[in-house]
């Protein structure tokens, strides 16, 4: 009996939960020169964001860092072209419509970065927020990063912007991915209202059933 109610509170959850419309996907790999970042694939930045290519000799860039497969990331950093600086910098990425459930990224840490990554909605309040990233740098000569980690923040609501704060030149990020809510926001549509209305009918059948 529990696992029956149980199994109908997941299906109420589940259809009042914002649908998605698909994902977005970031990966910088088109990025041809280290520049500060304004606009990327339908994302906006504001602060101290820059778009990097590797210096490896197959992606023959500027930046010092290595992953395989991959020769674009994006830099927490005043100016990428220039020495690292004291003290936090932080940037700001929105995307149009917001992002639901959960948001997935890869990255590397330089050792004392003190990396916070918060998620807000549209009233800017504080959705989920992600601190104690791993800071292993790189123990290759003359490469800044070169170990990197998977991770992801989950989080309920529509989320609008993400605020990244940290040392100058101390992180690297890729393979961002975003889940975009499906027209109409947070409100769920009329098949989702029917499906949540019909497991609570169900939920109270079953508990006078279970109480004769």
Not at 125 to 133: F, I
Not at 171 to 186: C, E, I, R
Request: with cysteine; aromatic share 8%.
């Amino acid at each position: 009996m529990r696992a029956t109610n149980k199994l109908l509170a997941l299906a109420f959850t589940a259809a009042l939960q914002p649908a998605m419309a698909g994902v977005v996907s970031l990966d910088f790999e088109d990025i041809q020169q280290d520049r500060q970042l304004a606009a990327y694939d339908g994302v906006t930045f504001s602060g101290s964001a820059w778009g990097v290519r590797s210096s490896a000799p197959s992606c023959g860039g500027f930046d010092s860092f290595l992953r395989t497969g991959s020769c674009g990331a994006l830099e927490l950093a005043l100016d990428a072209t220039a020495d690292p600086v004291l003290g936090s910098q932080s940037f700001v990425m929105s995307l149009a419509g917001g992002f639901v459930n959960e948001f997935s990224f890869v990255y590397s840490a330089q050792p004392g970065s003190a990396v916070t990554i918060q998620l807000f909605d549209g009233a800017g309040h504080e959705l989920q927020s992600l601190t104690g990233l791993k800071e292993t740098g790189c123990s290759i000569q003359g490469i800044r990063f070169c170990n990197w980690t998977t991770t992801s923040m989950k989080f309920d609501g529509i989320a609008l912007s993400l605020k990244v704060t940290g040392a100058d030149q101390g992180l690297l990020l890729d393979d961002l991915s975003f889940n975009q809510p499906a027209a109409g926001g947070t409100v769920p549509e009329p098949a989702s209202i029917a499906l949540a209305l019909g497991a609570l009918g169900a939920a109270a059948w079953t508990r006078r059933r279970a109480a004769r």
